[in-house]
């Protein structure tokens, strides 16, 4: 049972390149996330997915793209990557228990470096 | 928009001190509220959740928090704390029937043996 899985773990980019962040469940999961961590700021979600099929976004959406390409998998990517996108990226995804939205499932993240 | 505060950004401790950590939100409605951990080198974990009912929940490890409406919090608690609970704690609130949480800032915990 691998839960969320990311890849790669580690990634580091010249300013200007671009690349994917790939990310899938194996939980049946209906929502998706992609949030970054910096040192002091917390968790910011970048794009979610509520559902296959849709996606919207979230509180740091610019420089990146997404794509819900099935219900397991999620990618992220950086069509031109700038220092400021130096992060720690996870993804996560929730099912839907009832009305309660139930907790984040995370992956163990990807550690990029644009230089 | 809502907001999360955690309001203790960094705390030391010595084994077998108590602990208290703060979070309070701003969504005046119906909210889902989490403690996440965060191990050195991991990634993030699910402490405890409150949905209904009781509002003092306890989660893995010995922590439990309380919610108190009145006062729009959801502070995490641990009478004793132990050299492995050397982490990062995050707060998130889902107010009821949205799909994305908030998170706070996180604190950062340390503890010396």
């Known amino acids: 049972n691998a839960g969320v899985t990311q890849t790669p773990k580690f990634q580091v980019l010249k300013t200007g390149q671009s690349m994917t962040l790939q990310c899938a469940q194996d939980?049946?999961?209906?929502?998706m996330y992609w949030y970054r961590q910096d040192p002091g700021m917390g968790l910011r979600l970048i794009y979610y997915?509520?559902?296959?099929?849709?996606?919207d976004k979230g509180e740091v959406p610019n420089g990146y793209n997404v794509s819900r390409l099935n219900k397991r998998e999620f990618s992220l990517r950086l069509e031109s990557a700038a220092p400021s996108q130096t992060s720690v990226y996870f993804c996560?995804?929730?099912?839907?228990?009832?009305?309660?939205?139930?907790?984040?499932?995370f992956g163990e993240g990807s550690r990029l470096t644009v230089l | 928009a809502q907001s999360v505060s955690q309001h203790n950004h960094h705390v030391i401790l010595s084994e077998a001190a108590s602990l208290e950590l703060g979070c309070n939100y701003s969504?005046?409605?119906?909210?889902?509220l989490f403690w996440y951990v965060q191990y050195p080198g991991q990634h993030l974990q699910l402490l405890l959740k409150?949905?209904?009912?009781?509002?003092l929940v306890k989660g893995i490890k010995g922590f439990e928090a309380e919610f108190i409406k009145s006062k729009f919090s959801f502070n995490l608690r641990k009478p004793s704390v132990q050299w492995s609970d050397t982490a990062e704690y995050f707060c998130?609130?889902?107010?009821?029937?949205?799909?994305?949480?908030?998170f706070g800032r996180g604190t950062s915990l340390i503890v010396h043996p």
């Open positions: 997915s509520a559902s296959e099929g849709t996606t």
């Open positions: 969504y005046g409605g119906t909210v889902n």
């Open positions: 409150y949905f209904s009912g009781d509002p």
């Open positions: 998130a609130v889902n107010p009821g029937g949205s799909y994305i949480p908030t």
């Open positions: 939980m049946n999961h209906n929502s």
């Open positions: 996560a995804s929730r099912r839907l228990a009832g009305d309660n939205p139930g907790e984040l499932f």
